[in-house]
């Protein structure tokens, strides 16, 4: 059950977003450029609203490396400048990955990430609570039947 | 009537030059604190209730406070007497709320206090208003309308934010803070244009249009501590490019500024010993950056041509150009620690690079290391949390071409080559 929850070529860390968001998969360079504040809109032209952890989180440090390929000071660099200079609008910073799940769950448009643990954890819950209809997490597939997360693939 | 507000500001909360403004500005403070912390409560309260966060990229604020120590030695760069200053606040806050899918506003607050550097006070940074004109995947163009921030160097948009700068004190050639309220922003009209492709990466194109108020405190900074009369920027015009290749630690950037300026004796009854004046400036830079994980090394090197055509009399002529670059580098020690170290060099006049001209010409009033700026810099950023940090330096500096008055300078004070300065500072924002 759980080897089915996690893909081989998939890294530990999941990129999630809002049930309502059409896109099953992006491109690497799509996510960076969503993370990098250069795609602000879905194919639907529905804006997108980013959500990440504290620079200084695990999570995030290696959220940057490893699926973005960016150094995260290099990120605080981009968003501060959009920040502070009036520019644009840099991502929301939650504290802890349950308030990711949340913020993304309750945000229209909304994209974050979280670890395969938590993401674990989260399918368990629903498991345990409701049928015993199986999660394929290769299609994108909701993480609860209530719709709480699309898990979204990413492509070279 | 932006420009009314940033002046104003600036001259009402403004600085020694009367008796009072130490208590008015520690009601500035004391308003900005209570402001920055209401701001802080209510962001916490709004985290807390976790059930909205349909809004959060809708409305937005932010801002930082900090404080620091700074200690110069053989020059008026901070204050006239030489001791140890905590004239070294910055406190800002700001905030975005998008109106519609295509328009946006943002504004910004800057409280600052940096001794002789800039004028002491509140002023407002930007106010604009912001329209998304086009946006698909790889496009984005976007117009401000209002008062918004030169973008076009290297640190020009950060200049003014602590923890967003490399170091406490910026290079002066290029960030030179007695130009700060002119070069921070214009009131006007600004485009960005970005594309995006997998091919060729990251495009940056920008042009800006507009003029910023001077107040008389910026005047005296200026020109000279006697000026009586009023200067005012008449346009300034910018464009830069940047170009960051695809998945490249790179960047590249390209940027080009005209402006020009009048003073205006304000009549012959006026007192004035100087007369009426264009000034003309432009500015051209090339930089470069590269970030790796570790290392990061960035530079700039720039051209200026100044010109005056009156002032000191009526036939007065004067056609400058100067030279400069700075090199950095940062090293990122740990996550948390990081070293810097920089040198920066630059002289006003290529024809007189180590200022015996200017010396013989003035009949030696104005000493010959006026006509350049050379300093070495060593510093360390420590990141306590994701959002605290601490930063000291120090800098070894020769020459007083990066001091104030620049038109008239003061050679009583700044009596040496050379001179030295360090800094800590604490930041904090949200």
């Not at chain 1, 920040?83 to 990955?97: D, F, M, R």
């Not at chain 2, 500035?28 to 809004?55: D, I, K, P």
């Not at chain 2, 290297?154 to 910026?170: E, K, W």
């Not at chain 2, 994701?386 to 050679?411: C, D, I, Q």
Request: glycine fraction near 8%.
């Amino acid at each position: 059950m759980l080897a089915c929850l996690v893909t081989p070529q998939v890294a530990a860390i999941e990129v999630v977003t809002h049930p309502q968001v059409t896109e099953r998969s992006l491109t690497k360079s799509q996510l960076r450029r969503i993370y990098t504040m250069r795609q602000l809109r879905w194919s639907d032209n529905q804006a997108i609203t980013v959500f990440v952890l504290p620079s200084q989180h695990a999570l995030h440090q290696r959220f940057a490396k490893e699926r973005l390929q960016i150094f995260p000071y290099q990120l605080n660099r981009i968003w501060h400048k959009l920040t502070y200079s009036g520019l644009g609008v840099a991502p929301t910073v939650v504290k802890s990955e349950q308030e990711l799940i949340q913020a993304v769950s309750n945000t229209p448009g909304a994209i974050g990430y979280i670890g395969e643990a938590t993401l674990i954890k989260l399918s368990q819950s629903f498991n345990d609570s409701s049928s015993q209809q199986p999660l394929n997490m290769d299609d994108g597939q909701k993480v609860s039947g209530k719709g709480v997360l699309n898990v979204v693939k990413i492509k070279d | 009537m932006l420009s009314k507000l940033k002046t104003n500001a600036a001259v009402e909360v403004s600085s020694r030059v009367n008796n009072l403004s130490g208590d008015r500005s520690l009601l500035a403070r004391t308003y900005l604190c209570t402001f920055l912390l209401a701001a802080c409560v209510v962001t916490s309260a709004q985290a807390e209730e976790g059930t909205s966060y349909a809004n959060s990229q809708d409305f937005q604020l932010h801002g930082f406070i900090s404080q620091g120590l700074i200690d110069v030695n053989g020059s008026d760069f901070v204050n006239d007497d030489g001791g140890l200053s905590a004239e070294l606040t910055e406190i800002g806050l700001n905030a975005s709320y998008q109106l519609t899918n295509k328009f946006r506003l943002a504004a910004q607050v800057v409280y600052l206090d940096g001794g002789n550097r800039y004028s002491q006070g509140a002023r407002v940074d930007y106010a604009l208003l912001d329209w998304s004109a086009y946006t698909n995947e790889s496009w984005q163009a976007n117009v401000y309308f209002g008062r918004f921030k030169n973008n076009h160097w290297l640190y020009s948009s950060s200049r003014d934010i602590p923890f967003a700068r490399p170091s406490i004190i910026l290079p002066q050639s290029v960030y030179f803070d007695g130009f700060r309220d002119i070069a921070v922003g214009s009131d006007g009209i600004a485009a960005k244009l970005s594309h995006s492709t997998d091919e060729y990466g990251n495009f940056d194109w920008q042009l800006s249009y507009g003029s910023s108020p001077i107040s008389d405190e910026q005047t005296k900074n200026i020109l000279s501590e006697y000026a009586q009369g009023t200067a005012e920027q008449d346009y300034d015009a910018q464009a830069s490019i940047y170009w960051q290749p695809a998945f490249s630690s790179w960047r590249f950037g390209l940027s080009l500024l005209d402006a020009s300026f009048t003073y205006d004796q304000g009549g012959v009854g006026s007192g004035d010993v100087f007369f009426d004046s264009d000034f003309t400036f432009q500015f051209y830079t090339m930089n470069a950056i590269y970030a790796g994980e570790k290392w990061e090394f960035s530079g700039e090197i720039y051209q200026q041509r100044f010109t005056i055509d009156g002032f000191y009399s009526p036939d007065f002529q004067l056609d400058n150009i100067g030279q400069g670059f700075y090199l950095q580098s940062r090293y990122k020690l740990t996550q948390q620690l990081t070293l810097l170290a920089r040198y920066e060099d630059f002289y006003l006049n290529k024809e007189d690079k180590d200022g015996k001209k200017l010396q013989q010409i003035t009949g030696g009033d104005i000493p010959y290391y006026f006509a350049f700026h050379k300093d070495i810099t060593l510093g360390v950023n420590y990141d306590i949390t994701s959002n605290f940090s601490m930063r000291m330096e120090y800098h070894w500096v020769k020459g007083a071409g990066r001091l104030t008055p620049v038109v008239v300078p003061n050679a009583i004070i700044n009596n040496t080559e050379d001179w030295q300065m360090w800094a800590v500072q604490l930041m904090y924002w949200f």
